[in-house]
């Protein structure tokens, strides 16, 4: 079968195992590993389409319960879908809204037809189905769509997180069937599976086969950094990885701290996103390459040097951390702006090294220099076994 998105693997690490690839979607191609930045509400928070693109931005998220929620599918539909909406030309994924649905909304019932729930802006009664899913995301038109599975929370009793991953398989069926009866409507969207399987190894590669028994453009991992130690995530990985298919990229929902972006790269991951950058930047965190800076903190007061000396983004080329101290201390809109800019610029960077280093076979040197930098002697607890 042809599907509208590809992956190409081009090199894999001789030192770490990492893959080096390229996406290709009907809306560009991007290198990956690549991390996403969140555009929950039809925007990545305090930024604009056309500064996404010059930090280099490829591809975003958008949030599926979200909009159906606000603006909802008639406003989409009278505007052709997310990509005109919100002025993005490039590539889109979004999520199922399964996840959203199990921790922001109010639950009724979870069933095997699927969860019904009442909405986090006005009470209103839902039930979001698979079925309801896929049409949702195909009428927001995004490239990549994400299957509706099961959420299990960690910690979760093995039998819960067995029912949990098998009830995901099943809402797997019923959304590859809805995908297909709609593909000559949506051709050029593709559907990504969800692994899942809480903390255990046996259940999390049983999910692994079972979700990779279906032939789809690409596959999540699901149900991790949702609380667990980090040991617990990469173990999680490291156990699946082997069942996973090599020619179809590989996405890992919600992860998007500095050493969890290499680690999982490490161990075989090709996409990220998670809203931890901008969310940190609005709260006054700045990502640098010496660490998290706390802007608002009194030492930066007269500080009027840049955020982060090694730092060509707009933010860091123009303003000082007393500034920016300034603003976030004032409330400023401008301040989260800024600090947004820097951090997706950060992680954006971040990828790119990531990427040489796996192009040069050097991803373990690379994460080991970048650990001792970023997180000092904390960094050695990131250290692979």
């Known amino acids: 079968m042809t599907f509208p998105v590809t992956y190409e ?18 809306h560009g191609s991007f290198e990956t590993p690549v991390f996403m930045p969140v555009g929950t509400q039809a925007t990545v928070k305090a930024m604009t389409p056309e500064e996404l693109k010059k930090i280099g931005v490829d591809i975003i998220l958008g949030n599926t319960y979200h909009l159906w929620m606000r603006p909802g599918e008639t406003v989409m539909h009278e505007a052709c879908g997310l990509h005109s909406f919100m002025h993005w030309d490039r590539s889109i994924l979004t999520d199922s809204g399964g996840f959203q649905v199990f921790s922001l909304a109010k639950l009724n019932k979870i069933t095997e037809e699927g969860v019904l729930f009442q909405s986090h802006i006005d009470g209103s009664r ?3 189905t698979p079925e309801k899913s896929i049409e949702i995301q195909q009428v927001l038109g995004s490239d990549i769509m994400m299957a509706m599975d099961e959420c299990t929370p960690w910690p979760a009793e093995r ?4 029912k949990s991953l098998e009830r995901t398989t099943r809402w797997l069926e019923r959304c590859v069937h809805t995908w297909d009866g709609a593909r000559d409507l949506s051709p ?3 559907l990504f599976g969800i692994v899942q399987g809480g903390t255990y190894e046996e259940l999390r590669v049983q999910s692994a086969k079972e979700v990779t028994s279906f032939d ?16 617990l995530m990469y173990a999680m990985l490291e156990a699946i990885m082997p069942w996973m298919p090599t020619d179809r990229p590989r996405y890992l929902m919600g992860v998007g701290t500095p050493d969890h972006l290499v680690e999982c790269s490490i161990r075989g991951v090709d996409m990220f996103d998670c809203v931890y950058p901008t969310r940190v930047a609005r709260n006054g965190t700045a990502l640098t390459s010496e660490g998290r800076v706390v ?12 955020l982060d000396h090694s730092c060509d983004c707009y933010t860091c080329r123009h303003y000082t951390r007393a500034y920016l101290h300034h603003l976030i ?15 997706l610029s950060f992680l954006t960077r971040l990828m790119y090294a990531i990427r040489n280093a796996i192009r040069n076979d050097e991803l373990l040197s690379f994460r080991d220099v970048f650990m001792e930098q970023y997180y000092g002697n904390a960094g050695k607890e990131f250290e692979r076994e």
Request: proline letters at 6%.
């Open 9 to 26: 693997l081009k090199h894999v690490c001789r030192q770490s195992g990492a893959r080096l690839g390229v996406v290709t979607t009907p």
């Open 126 to 128: 839902h039930m979001l």
């Open 159 to 162: 039998n819960y997180a067995k």
């Open 188 to 190: 050029n969207q593709a």
């Open 216 to 231: 789809l453009p690409g596959y999540g991992i699901g149900g991790l950094s949702v609380g667990e130690p980090a040991e």
């Open 295 to 306: 802007i608002r903190n009194a030492s930066y007061r007269h500080d009027y040097t840049p």
């Open 329 to 343: 201390r004032c409330n400023e809109i401008l301040g989260a702006r800024l600090l947004t800019w820097h951090n």
